[in-house]
């Protein structure tokens, strides 16, 4: 099962992404969380994608799209994976296609979690990361068990960089200019599943598993 999570910047994608990837066991692929691996580990792609991520910029699709592909081509993608942040434009999707047309297949579900730009600032506030295995949390929403250390690895959870109010309206002009168009081309392609994503988490996963059942 091949799924793309589509929505603006905090709309949830990575929230729904990873309990979708350890419901159905299939990884959950995200180039934002890849982009920010190599920051932290100071790799050359990390120091150039760092240049766009905090300006709230796309990183520029040469680089993403190989990254993508690279980390698709791998082994444990073999049977699907859940796609959280790409592809983020038309020409990221096009690329997708026709790599996946090549291999006789093609995107199962492009799932859209819908929420207005009213609700995202708040949430990415109070939005906490772990940069070691990408879970994200929420200092009143979803609180981890223990204040400021992730659930699943233990690592410290973070402010991201890129969830300064500044740069979040920055990226959700980048969103609606160049990300949106994908749910009218997802649409066409009749794959398009629409979520509200201002629900509590565990109800906007309950109408996801409705679609995939
Ligand atoms: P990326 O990491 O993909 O960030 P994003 O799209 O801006 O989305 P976020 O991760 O901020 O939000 P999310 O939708 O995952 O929400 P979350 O589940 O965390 O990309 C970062 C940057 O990398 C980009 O700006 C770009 O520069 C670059 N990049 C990445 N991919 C690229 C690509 N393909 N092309 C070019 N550049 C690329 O939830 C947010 C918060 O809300 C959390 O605190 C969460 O706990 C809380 N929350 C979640 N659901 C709910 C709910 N239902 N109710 C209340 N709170 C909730
Ligand atoms: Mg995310």
């Known amino acids: 099962m091949k799924i793309i999570m589509l929505g603006a910047p905090g709309a949830g994608k990575g929230t729904q992404a990873s309990r979708i990837?350890?419901?159905?066991?299939?990884?959950?692929?995200?180039?934002?969380?890849?982009?920010?691996?190599?920051?932290?580990?100071?790799?050359?792609?990390?120091?150039?994608?760092?240049?766009?991520?905090?300006?709230?910029?796309?990183?520029?699709?040469?680089?993403?799209?190989?990254i993508l592909l690279d980390r698709v081509a791998q082994d444990d993608?073999?049977?699907?994976?859940?796609?959280?942040?790409?592809?983020?434009?038309?020409p990221q999707a096009e690329v997708l296609d026709s790599e996946l047309t090549k291999l006789g297949t093609s995107v199962d579900y492009a799932i859209n979690v819908e929420v207005p730009d009213d609700n995202i600032i708040g949430r990415m506030s109070g939005r906490r990361a772990c940069l070691k295995c990408g879970a994200t949390y929420?200092?009143?929403?979803?609180?981890?068990?223990?204040e400021g250390i992730c659930d699943k690895c233990g690592s410290?959870?973070?402010?991201?960089?890129?969830?300064?109010?500044?740069?979040?309206?920055?990226?959700?002009?980048?969103?609606?200019?160049?990300?949106q168009p994908l749910i009218d081309y997802y649409n066409k392609k009749g794959v398009l599943k629409?979520?509200?994503?201002?629900i509590a988490p565990d109800d906007v996963f309950k109408a996801i598993e409705e679609i995939l059942k």
């Open 21 to 66: 990837a350890e419901k159905f066991g299939i990884p959950h692929v995200s180039t934002g969380d890849i982009f920010r691996a190599n920051i932290k580990n100071g790799t050359e792609l990390g120091k150039e994608a760092k240049k766009y991520m905090d300006q709230g910029q796309l990183v520029p699709d040469e680089l993403t799209v190989k």
């Open 77 to 90: 993608c073999k049977n699907g994976y859940v796609l959280d942040g790409f592809p983020r434009t038309i």
């Open 138 to 146: 929420h200092i009143v929403t979803l609180k981890p068990k223990k």
């Open 156 to 179: 410290e959870l973070v402010l991201r960089d890129d969830d300064k109010p500044e740069t979040v309206k920055n990226r959700l002009s980048v969103y609606h200019d160049q990300t």
């Open 194 to 198: 629409e979520v509200d994503g201002t």
